[in-house]
């Protein structure tokens, strides 16, 4: 006995490990400014008790900012506590998967193979804490419940499908919504068609949402976060994005089948096994229970990629690949149980794996780094002593990442003298943590997505949110790193001959707002 535990207990250590420094070491492999620094100050303000929606304007990954004030607390305000947050989540993924394949009925060596090809495609593409990616793997795993649920017949496991729906939610909207949809038309469907009522497991789906949304709502009463903010930031506006989206969504052969191939050959065979079982079987081989299974997983499936395509961002999505390819083992090993098919899915799945490997961990094409050479990297403690070992080289100065960190070393400095009431807008979202900054900027990040244009009907709302904020904290300065950014600021004012601007250095600007506030 105590044999089998020590082997069971193996198994987890090595995935632990395996996912967790896998992840680790690719954190640290380049970054890519406004992706990679996301929520690195937001952690920090919120551990100063500056809080989402009521202290800074944000429409994504609300949850990912508490989170990162934890792993800060605990593990102090560096680069390593920054990876260590996705290493972690990664590791969760793979736990659970490792769990969900042994339940499906694969053996140990397949469960730990297909587990360790969802750690080397999950989180290891950016290696940093993502909404995208933490939203992706908390809404997997819900499907894995739903599966679970359907399998097993046990009603609480629907708990905790909306438990993590809703943790996905919290982290971005998109999956979220429209696999709750789907679960709940899955459920109503099934009790409609059965006999026998069973109305347990909507209790247990509906209290698996209610209770965390208690919560939430509970603590933004608690912060004095307005509620108004949190639905016009957080679904309102974000709503009116998505459907501009929806209308300009073009469905070509490129975008929908030629990017997401593999994915598709990955799940092809229990696809075509499951119709095979339908129009050609003489006997009766599927049930009530595996049409579910197949409904939810494919469905799922292509929620994922729908949602892959509206994010219009790099693809984040091929971790589907050994769960799809596990999924398609199952379906061989069930109905078939034919070497040759599952020899053929190997190959798929470590060819597949390998190429995605190599295309997004190693050449960093999800951070724009794949016609970079990132050996002439430079080490981030030439900026901070936080960000040491950190390989420093982005597409901004791919060759000359040296001038850059000699740059933001001198305008941090720069700003550490300052002892006007300031903000720092930059995609270097570093910048306020390093010099201590007493307060955040009105927005979590600037681009063409956070920030409404002036055609949206919520931009009065942003306008005056953002506004507001420098007249409340008596802002005087505001300070830009890096190009492209003033435009978000400037736009905001009807009289722009009020500010002042003075060029620091290559990278450094700054406004002064006094007559504008």
């Not at 795993?141 to 017949?153: D, G, N, R, S």
């Not at 026998?196 to 603590?219: A, C, D, Q, R, W």
């Not at 912060?223 to 903010?229: D, G, K, V």
């Not at 050479?373 to 597409?395: A, F, P, Q, T």
Request: charged share 15%; net charge positive; aromatic share 20%.
């Amino acid at each position: 006995m105590n044999k089998i535990i020590s082997h069971k207990y193996s198994i987890y250590i090595f995935l632990f490990l395996f996912s967790f420094l896998f992840n680790f070491y690719y954190g640290y492999r380049g970054i890519l400014p406004i992706d990679s620094f996301l929520i690195f100050d937001s952690g920090y303000f919120v551990l100063k008790g500056e809080y989402p929606f009521r202290d800074f304007w944000t429409i994504t990954g609300p949850l990912l900012d508490y989170l990162q004030s934890f792993f800060f607390y605990i593990f102090g305000i560096n680069w390593s506590s920054y990876v260590i947050h996705a290493s972690l989540i990664n590791f969760i993924l793979v736990i659970f998967s490792y769990f969900f394949f042994k339940k499906l009925g694969l053996n140990k060596l397949y469960s730990i193979l297909y587990s360790v090809g969802v750690s080397i495609l999950a989180y290891p593409s950016i290696g940093t804490p993502f909404p995208d990616h933490h939203a992706f793997i908390f809404s997997l795993i819900a499907v894995y419940f739903m599966i679970l649920a359907t399998i097993e017949k046990k009603n609480y496991y629907y708990f905790f499908v909306t438990l993590f729906l809703f943790l996905s939610f919290l982290s971005k909207q998109v999956n979220s919504f429209y696999l709750t949809i789907f679960f709940s038309l899955i459920i109503f469907i099934n009790i409609f068609l059965t006999k026998e009522k069973n109305l347990n497991n909507i209790f247990y789906f509906i209290l698996g949402g209610l209770i965390p949304l208690t919560i939430f709502f509970i603590f933004l009463k608690i912060t004095n976060t307005p509620l108004q903010n949190f639905f016009i930031q957080y679904i309102l506006y974000p709503a009116s994005i998505g459907t501009e989206r929806i209308q300009q969504l073009k469905f070509d052969l490129k975008e929908v089948f030629g990017q997401f191939k593999f994915i598709y050959f990955a799940v092809l065979p229990a696809i075509i096994i499951f119709f095979y079982n339908i129009f050609n079987s003489k006997k009766k081989v599927l049930n009530k229970i595996e049409t579910n299974i197949f409904i939810i997983f494919v469905g799922s499936i292509f929620i994922f990629l729908y949602s892959q395509l509206l994010t219009k961002n790099q693809i984040l999505i091929f971790s589907l690949i050994p769960v799809c390819i596990a999924f398609s083992h199952r379906s061989i090993m069930k109905f078939y149980n034919k070497n040759y098919l599952i020899y053929l899915i190997l190959i798929i799945f470590l060819y597949s794996t390998f190429k995605y490997h190599i295309r997004f961990n190693e050449n960093k094409k999800f951070m724009e780094l794949e016609k970079i050479n990132i050996e002439n990297s430079v080490d981030g403690v030439g900026i901070d002593d936080s960000l040491s070992r950190l390989k420093w080289i982005n597409h901004l100065y791919p060759k000359n990442p040296l001038k850059e960190t000699i740059l933001l070393k001198q305008s941090l400095n720069l700003l550490k003298l300052e002892k006007n009431n300031k903000i720092v807008i930059t995609d270097y979202q570093f910048a306020s943590t390093l010099i201590e900054n007493e307060y955040s900027s009105p927005n979590k990040w600037h681009d063409i997505r956070s920030v409404p244009s002036k055609k949206n009907k919520f931009y009065s709302e942003y306008k005056n949110f953002f506004l507001n904020k420098l007249k409340k904290n008596k802002v005087k300065k505001i300070y830009f790193i890096g190009q492209y950014k003033e435009i978000f600021f400037l736009s905001l004012l009807d009289e722009k001959s009020c500010t002042k601007r003075t060029q620091i250095n290559e990278l450094l600007s700054v406004h002064d707002v006094e007559n504008c506030t």
